[in-house]
């Protein structure tokens, strides 16, 4: 059955970290693209970061760069997102996804909830 699991959300006061997790079962993460997406209330989806299967290389939104890290595990078939200064407004369900062809997804994750308030 293939799968992506997210874990590590939870609720964190401003200025604090989380480390999200997205373990991929059934299929192997290597030759994938993984992207993390985030949805707040009231919002539409946005692109938070992805990273390349090729040669690694990722992408941050503006509103995200300089405080989260996207990394992934092959050996553990699992991508991170370290978050750090975490604000008030990086409140949402976080998403992760997977896909062949950049910019395409074909697998999501049901998403774990980021709340940052004090």
């Known amino acids: 059955q293939v799968q992506l699991v997210e874990s590590g959300g939870g609720l964190v006061q401003p200025g604090g970290s989380l480390r999200l997790s997205c373990a991929a079962s059934?299929?192997?993460?290597?030759?994938?693209?993984i992207g993390w997406f985030r949805q707040a209330p009231g919002k539409e989806r946005e692109g938070v970061s992805c990273i390349s299967s090729s040669d690694g290389s990722t992408y941050y939104a503006d509103s995200v760069k300089g405080r989260f890290t996207i990394s992934r595990d092959n050996a553990k078939n699992t991508v991170y997102l370290q978050m750090n200064s975490l604000k008030p407004e990086d409140t949402a369900v976080y998403y992760c996804a997977a896909g062949i062809q950049v910019g395409k997804y074909d697998y999501w994750g049901q998403g774990t909830q980021v709340t940052v308030s004090s």
């Open positions: 059934g299929f192997t993460l290597d030759y994938y693209h």
